[in-house]
C-alpha cells in the first residue's frame, strides 16, 4: 500500500468515518453489522505488546510478515517508539498475503508463548520480499529460534493465538480496510504507509 493519503477518526468510543459517516454504512451487509470499539481494537488482551506498555498513546499496526511497505515501514516505526519511551506499540497480525503469511503469524504467535515476540517479530520483518516456509525458518533459525519449538508453542495455545487471528480480521474487515500497512494512532486511523516525521505528528496530535 502506498504513503498514507486517508485518515478517518474514532469518536465518541466508535470507529467512524472522517466525513462523519457510520462504520456500519461501510459494510457490505447490514446482518454483519457489529458495533466496534476503541477498547476493542487498541487494547485487546491477548495481542503482544511493544514499546511501553503504560505508554500515553498507543500505535496499533495491522500488517502482514510478507508486505514489503510494512516492512520497510517497521525500522522507522520501532525507532520513533524506542525514542518516544511512552508509547504502546501493538502489532496486529493480518495474514493477507496467503498461507506463508499465516505461517509466520503463528510462529511468531509462537514464539510469544515463549516470551520473545520481540524477537520473533523483528526476525520476520527484517526479511525481503515474498516469504516460503523455507525461508521463515531459516530467518528465525538465524535469531536463534528452534522452529519446531515454536510450532508446539503456538499449537499450544493455538485456541487463543486463533481466537485473536480471527478477531484480527474481523476488525480490519469493519473498519474497511483494504490493505496493509495500517495505523491507528491514538484514536486517529491512517490507511498506508507512514514516515517517521508522519509517525511523531500523529503521536504529537494524540497527546494534543
Same mark, same amino acid.
Given at each position: ?141 538465524? !535469531?536463534?529460534?528452534?522452529?519446531? &519449538? /515454536?510450532?508446539?508453542?503456538?499449537? =499450544?495455545?493455538? %485456541?487463543?493465538? @486463533? +481466537? ?17 500497512? !495500517?495505523?491507528?494512532?491514538?484514536? &486517529? /486511523?491512517?490507511?498506508?504507509?507512514? =514516515?517517521?516525521? %508522519?509517525?511523531? @505528528? +500523529? ?6
Amino acid at each position: 500500500m502506498p504513503k498514507s493519503t486517508r485518515r478517518t477518526f474514532v469518536t465518541g468510543g466508535l470507529i467512524v468515518a472522517a466525513t462523519g459517516a457510520g462504520l456500519m454504512s461501510m459494510l457490505r451487509s447490514p446482518a454483519s453489522a457489529k458495533a466496534l470499539t476503541v477498547e476493542d481494537v487498541l487494547f485487546d488482551p491477548v495481542n503482544p505488546v511493544l514499546g511501553n506498555p503504560e505508554g500515553d498513546v498507543t500505535i496499533v499496526e495491522f500488517f502482514d510478515y510478507q508486505c514489503p511497505y510494512c516492512k520497510t515501514n517497521h525500522p522507522p516505526l520501532t525507532e520513533v517508539v524506542k525514542a518516544d519511551g511512552n508509547i504502546r506499540l501493538v502489532m496486529k497480525d493480518w495474514p493477507i498475503f496467503g498461507a506463508p503469511s499465516v505461517r509466520a503469524s503463528q510462529l511468531v504467535l509462537g514464539a510469544a508463548s515463549l516470551g520473545r515476540y520481540e524477537d520473533a517479530n523483528t526476525a520476520l520483518m527484517e526479511t525481503e520480499g515474498r516469504l516460503d516456509n523455507r525461508s521463515i525458518d531459516r530467518a528465525l533459525g538465524r !535469531a536463534g529460534f528452534d522452529v519446531a &519449538a /515454536l510450532d508446539k508453542a503456538y499449537r =499450544g495455545d493455538r %485456541e487463543k493465538w @486463533d +481466537a485473536l487471528l480471527s478477531r484480527n480480521s474481523e476488525q480490519a474487515s469493519l473498519i474497511g480496510l483494504r490493505g496493509t500497512p !495500517a495505523f491507528i494512532v491514538g484514536e &486517529a /486511523l491512517y490507511a498506508g504507509a507512514m =514516515g517517521a516525521s %508522519e509517525l511523531r @505528528d +500523529a503521536v504529537a496530535t494524540a497527546r494534543g
